[in-house]
C-alpha cells in the first residue's frame, strides 16, 4: 500500500454560480455556444456528493462573481505537506483566480505560501505522486515553474512536454492511480516525454484517444475508487479489469469550457 491508497482526502472546491462559457481559451470552448450554468451546478453536485459518499472531505471557496472559470478549482494552486504553492495564469481572464485562492489558503490557516514568479496552473499541470511531482508545459505552465515548485515544496518535478491543444493541463491527459501508477493518453506528449513515461510507470494503463475526447483522464482516484467521467467506456473497463470500483459522473456542461471532474477539484495535502 501507497500512501495515496485508501486515505481520506481533503479537497477544495468551487461551487459553479458564476460558471458561463464566454471567451475562448481552449479547443473546447466555444462563446457562442454557450453552456447551460443551472445543468452545470447540478451536475457539480452529483461531483461532490459522489467524494463524500466515498468519505472524502469537500471544502469550499466562495465563487467570485466575473471568474466563470473559477469552478476549476484544481488550477487554483498546488499544495503538498502542508506548502502552498500560488498559480499564475497563463490567461488575464483567469489571472484573479489566483490571489482568490492564496487568500483562501492564507485565511484558512496555511502558512506555508509563495506567490509563483512563473506562470503555473496549479494541479492542473502538477500531479502529485509518492516520490516525484509530474509536471506538464507547452500550452499553460512555464517550465520555470517546474523549477520554482521543485525549490518550494523540496520534491523532485518531472517535466513533461503537451503536444495536443486539446490536452493543453497534463490533468486532461494523465491521472495518479495511486501513488506509484498513474493512466494516460501517449498521444498528448511529445516522444520524449511518452518514452520517459513508459521507463517511470511500466505498468501505467494508456488510455485511447476515445477516453481522452471525452475528458476521461481527468479522472480523481483514491486508490481503491475513480472518479470519472461516465462516457469513458474502454478505461473504465480497464480500471474495472484492474480492481478499481469505478464511480462514473456526468460533467458534460463542464466539459464545454474544457473541464472534467479533476479539474473542479483541488486536493489539500
Ligand atoms: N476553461 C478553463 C481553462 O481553459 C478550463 C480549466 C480546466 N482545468 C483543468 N485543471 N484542466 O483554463
Excluded at 211 to 236: P, T
Amino acid at each position: 500500500m501507497t500512501t495515496e491508497t485508501c486515505m481520506p482526502k481533503h479537497f477544495l472546491m468551487c461551487r459553479p454560480e458564476h460558471f458561463a462559457v464566454e471567451y475562448a481559451i481552449n479547443p473546447w470552448m466555444d462563446p457562442a455556444k454557450g453552456a447551460d450554468r443551472e445543468l452545470a451546478i447540478r451536475q457539480w453536485e452529483t461531483l461532490k456528493a459522489a467524494y463524500e459518499e466515498l468519505g472524502h472531505q469537500v471544502s469550499l471557496i466562495d465563487p467570485v462573481e466575473g471568474l466563470p472559470d473559477m469552478v476549476f478549482a484544481a488550477n487554483g494552486a498546488l499544495v503538498v505537506d502542508g506548502r502552498v504553492y500560488g498559480a499564475r495564469f497563463a490567461f488575464p481572464e483567469r489571472g484573479p483566480e489566483g490571489p482568490a485562492y492564496l487568500r483562501w489558503f492564507r485565511d484558512n490557516g496555511f502558512g506555508k505560501t509563495l506567490e509563483a514568479g512563473f506562470v503555473n496552473e496549479g494541479e492542473g499541470d502538477f500531479l502529485t505522486l509518492d516520490d516525484v511531482i509530474l509536471a506538464g508545459t507547452g500550452f499553460r505552465t512555464d517550465r520555470s515553474a517546474h523549477l520554482e515548485a521543485q525549490e518550494f515544496l523540496g520534491r523532485p518535478v518531472v517535466t513533461l512536454q503537451l503536444v495536443d491543444p486539446r490536452f493543453y493541463h497534463l490533468d486532461t491527459a494523465l491521472f495518479p492511480l495511486d501513488g506509484r501508477n498513474i493512466a494516460y493518453y501517449p498521444g498528448a506528449f511529445s516522444l520524449g516525454s511518452q518514452e520517459v513515461l513508459r521507463r517511470m510507470f511500466p505498468d501505467a494503463i494508456q488510455a485511447t484517444l476515445a477516453d481522452a475526447e471525452v475528458l476521461g483522464l481527468n479522472a480523481v482516484s483514491d486508490g481503491s475508487h475513480v472518479v470519472i467521467n461516465v462516457e469513458a467506456n474502454d478505461l473504465q473497463l480497464e480500471l474495472k479489469r484492474r480492481g478499481y470500483e469505478v464511480i462514473p459522473v456526468d460533467l458534460s456542461e463542464l466539459r464545454k469550457a474544457g473541464g472534467g471532474p479533476k479539474c473542479c477539484t483541488l486536493e489539500i495535502r
